[in-house]
């Protein structure tokens, strides 16, 4: 999703555009060139680990989160009040290992902390103040509000990170109308992401996602995104496939569609929704979504289910609810689909 909703954040700071030379600019450029990290060194890059079904991403950070100066030198989150990206972070990686039955474990083996907000596709770049203005007025955000994709992955250096076997993906991390999609994927075979495929990459040895996060929000807001990206690879995967074979369609049914039949529901609609984000519902319905959790073995059983079963209206804990139900058992079916969907999701074997 793009545009001047809740997920977007932003993009880069490069010092080789700069046009004339701006004392200011030179000072934070070397500030953040060479002051010390919050953290510690991120340890050394080691090669993807697998183990049977189980896969562990090595994720990159890109966090835009510029120190504004006129405010005590704080950084954007601490000005405005917001999430600390590190601990939004640590937080999703915890519930996808969770929600995923351990089939990912996601390995941060890069942060890059950038003192900058971004450029945008039109080379439009916000400076503190003029953020700062905007937000506070909320209005006069600049439009069109797409990031340059090319600058941010050449800031991140994460090309070679990809072909150098270093890194699966880029997480992004900025504020509000930053630019990034919640999603996109790029390298060779590379399919829609809830975002478009990133060009120039066909060339890498393997695929890769790209995610952009809002550290404005919360971690609900995060698995919201790797819902949409689960939605755009899973209709991929099982695209074609008879309605029998269906596995994805057949899991995302609701009441609204499929009355007395619920399934999981979507990233927007729970079993029992009547409208988009709807997941405070407390209607009644007929649901065989506990029934996935022992997939393959399905039964079709159902029972009685309303909000409070996916965390009262809370988008975090239906998010995980919702996920927690992917398929996550071992070997192929009969139609030589992975029993595993997150295989797929994080794994990219989307063919």
């Known amino acids: 999703m793009l545009g001047g909703g809740p997920h977007l954040q932003g993009a880069a700071h490069l010092l080789g555009e700069s046009r004339s030379y701006n004392p200011r600019t030179m000072r934070k450029v ?13 340890p050394a890059l080691v090669p993807l680990a697998v183990s049977g079904d189980a896969i562990s991403p090595r994720v990159v950070m ?4 510029p120190i504004i100066e006129r405010e005590g030198g704080r950084r954007l989150n601490q000005v405005l009040g917001w999430n600390d990206p590190d601990a939004l972070a640590d937080r999703y990686v915890d519930d996808v290992a969770e929600v995923s039955h351990g089939r990912v474990r996601y390995q941060i083996v890069e942060r890059i902390v950038v003192d900058g907000f971004p450029r ?17 007025a909320r209005n006069g955000f600049h439009q069109p509000d ?8 050449r800031e991140a250096d994460f ?3 990809v072909e150098q076997n270093l890194a699966d993906e880029l997480w992004l991390f900025a504020f509000p109308y930053g630019g990034y ?8 075979g590379a ?14 040895p393997r695929r890769f996602v790209v995610m952009g996060f809002n550290y404005e929000r919360g971690v609900g807001e995060m698995l919201e995104d790797l819902g949409h990206r689960a939605e755009s690879i899973l209709e991929h995967v099982f695209e074609g496939a008879a309605p029998a074979d269906h596995l994805w369609h057949q899991f995302i049914q609701h009441d609204k569609t499929h009355p007395g039949r619920a399934a999981c529901g979507n990233v927007h609609f729970a079993p029992n929704s009547d409208t988009d984000y709807d997941w405070g519902n407390r209607r009644k319905v007929m649901s065989s979504a506990d029934d996935w959790l022992k997939y393959p073995a399905l039964t079709g059983a159902a029972r009685v289910m309303t909000c409070a079963d996916w965390g009262n209206g809370d988008i975090r804990e239906h998010h995980r609810w919702w996920m927690r139900r992917f398929a996550h058992a071992d070997g192929v079916n009969g139609r030589g689909y992975a ?8 794994g990219l074997e989307i063919g």
């Open 30 to 42: 070397l500030r953040s060139l060479f002051s010390s990290p919050a953290k510690p060194a991120a």
């Open 339 to 346: 029993n595993n969907w997150w295989r797929y999701v994080a």
């Open 181 to 188: 999609y919640e999603s996109c994927m790029g390298g060779p």
């Open 146 to 153: 797409t990031a340059d994709y090319a600058a941010l992955l």
């Open 159 to 161: 090309l070679r990170k």
């Open 191 to 204: 399919v829609w992401c809830n975002g478009p495929v990133l060009p120039n990459t066909a060339h890498l």
């Open 62 to 65: 890109l966090v835009h989160n």
């Open 120 to 136: 945008k596709a039109d080379g439009f770049r916000y400076t503190d103040d003029s953020f700062l203005r905007a937000w506070r």
